[in-house]
């Protein structure tokens, strides 16, 4: 896990070591033990460097091949690098980890190389022959890669912050990020939060080579390979073969391997397989004094069944408030999520670890959440939508009358689109400020989102897939890479600690979303997930009832957070793009106690302001 940099001066002027340096040092909490440039002519390569695989120095990067002609920096990790290196029998090798083994899948297949890695990963080559320049990312979108293209450079990082700290590109807001942002609480790709600079798609790479710029996608969530499911054991017991796999091949490393245990059913997963490949896993757990947020009793009974190396870590609730502009100062991009999943990697790695495996993605491939079901509901009311847009609009009215917000105003969107089609309602499921309300607090042009766009344009694919699956797809193109897996790559390396989510697996991702709705649909709880893994999972851990970090930040913004809520609203307020009455008549009735408004609605506009005031953007 690393830190990347690239400046491509596509008018062959010569770069100084000085501006890629500039570039490192802004991510070095993402390598704090090593870190390398290379510099010839028109091209700059940086790397920080996070040693997990093959610790030695001939490993650091940049990194070379045996002629010298091809150079790589990469940030991630290859899983299956193992069972790639004999395929490549025309390479001398001269190390024992990940990144020749890329380099040399490289040199072998070009970027059909990329069909062959299962791993997280975004990652730069440059052909010194060809003066060619070729970066890709992985499918899931777990490794982030952001780049500034124009006539005469192009500028490629890990991280926002390092493009900036070239003053390369000026700092201007990208509004039509901003409509992203306040619908979902992060920036969907193409944009980012900076205008100009843009995000490589998961599951894509771009080459660049004099003036010709190509990019091209080489994986597809929605369309995943056809698989034989008519007999469910069979299912299940693919199922656990490829969890099995997947949690194998996070364990590849030089370093110990730990896990976060919640006592949830993902986490618990996660161990207990983890239990069956290696002896006496290391997990840790947070802990709270108020029974209310403290689950460390379920994760102590899952430590005891799979005889882990525990460690109970008891926190108070406050210290979330103590690391808040901590986890803000974190943010590469801004997030209305993203606080917890700092103060749980923090903790972690001052424990000593330097990775760990997380159960995130299970609600997202089992039909975790509620609007898996409630999609299920709409289809079995998709006659409605053949009925006149008027009537729907009237029993809109009637269900969710005057300035509706919440769950009510996201019936009213529901019930008045043109469809209930995935690309449709999703969007609304996942939203945190309706159009209605981005239209009464901004000055900016509404519209379809990105996310929304996309769905869209997947429409033919996306119908073949079964109904829970068209759900988890979206989700992957839209929560899944902008903000989960964003929020635990910016908040986990900001303390140098590399997360790897088992759940996020290409081959089981593939095999799951091929799962027929008869065989998904939960009976309880994940039910497809558990009966999987029959019997690994405790009655009592599957049974009870779901906690997970519910902290009273309402209560914290009106009390000890109330002043700086306030600063940054009032600050934000004066931005052009805001309608300063409404966005401060909207905070004080939320101080006032109105019903309607949600902590979450206010907190974006709280964060956005801290972000842009650190940053110095305009």
Known sequence: MCGIAAILDRKN???????????????????????????????????????????????????????????????GEIYNYAEIRPLINDYEFHTNGDSEVLLAAYIKWGPGCLSYLRGMFAFCIWDKKEKQ???????????????YLDDEKLLIASEIRAILATDLVPRKLSEP????????????????????????????????????????????????????????VRVKRRIKELL??????????????????????????VVGLMAEISAAPNTFTISFEEKEYDESVYAEMVSRKFNTNHTRILLRPTVFLDELENSLDAMDTPSGDGVNTYVVS??????????????????????GYPFFNQYLQLHGKKALWKSPALLRKALAAVMAPGNAHGGKGKIRQLLTADSWFIDRSYPVFR???????????????????????????????????????????????????HTLLK?????????????????FDQDLVEFVLSVPDTQKTPVYPKSLLVESLKPLLPDEIVFRKKQGFTFPWEVWMKKELRTFCDRRIRNMAQRPFIREEKLLSFWQAFLDGDAHIRWPEIWLFVVLEYWLEKNRVS
């Not at 929020?487 to 088992?502: F, G, N």
């Open 431 to 481: 939203q945190i400020l309706s159009p209605a309300l981005f239209r009464q607090l901004t000055r900016l042009p509404a519209g379809d989102t990105a996310v929304a766009r996309e769905l869209s344009a997947r429409k033919s694919t996306l119908s073949g897939l079964p109904l829970l699956s068209q759900v988890s797809a979206a989700e992957f193109l839209g929560y899944t890479q």
């Open 244 to 269: 099995l796999q997947s949690v194998k091949r996070r364990l590849v490393s030089d370093v110990p391997v730990g896990a976060f245990l919640s006592g949830g059913i993902d986490s618990s997963a």
């Open 133 to 147: 320049l070729f970066m890709a990312r992985d499918r899931m979108g777990v490794k982030p890669l952001y780049y």
């Open 487 to 503: 929020d635990t790559d910016q908040m986990s390396m900001a303390v140098s600690l590399e997360v790897r989510e088992p759940f």
């Open 346 to 367: 923090k903790t972690i790695r001052q424990h000593g670890m330097t990775v760990a495996l997380s159960g995130v993605g299970g609600d997202e491939l089992f039909a």
């Open 13 to 75: 002027g010569t770069i100084p070591q000085e501006l890629i340096g500039k570039m490192t040092n802004a991510m070095s909490h993402r390598g704090p033990d090593a870190d390398g440039f290379f510099c010839e002519n028109e091209i700059a390569l940086g790397h920080r460097r996070l040693s997990i695989i093959d610790l030695s120095t001939a490993a650091n990067q940049p990194f070379f091949d045996n002629s010298g002609r091809y150079v790589l920096v990469f940030n």
């Open 177 to 232: 990020a901003l409509l992203e942002y306040f619908a979902y609480q992060s920036v969907s790709f193409p944009f980012s939060i900076i205008d100009g600079i843009r995000q490589l798609e998961a599951g894509a790479w771009m080459s660049v080579r004099n003036d010709s710029v190509e990019v091209q996608r080489y994986w597809e969530v929605d369309r995943p390979p056809v698989s034989d499911h008519d007999d469910p």
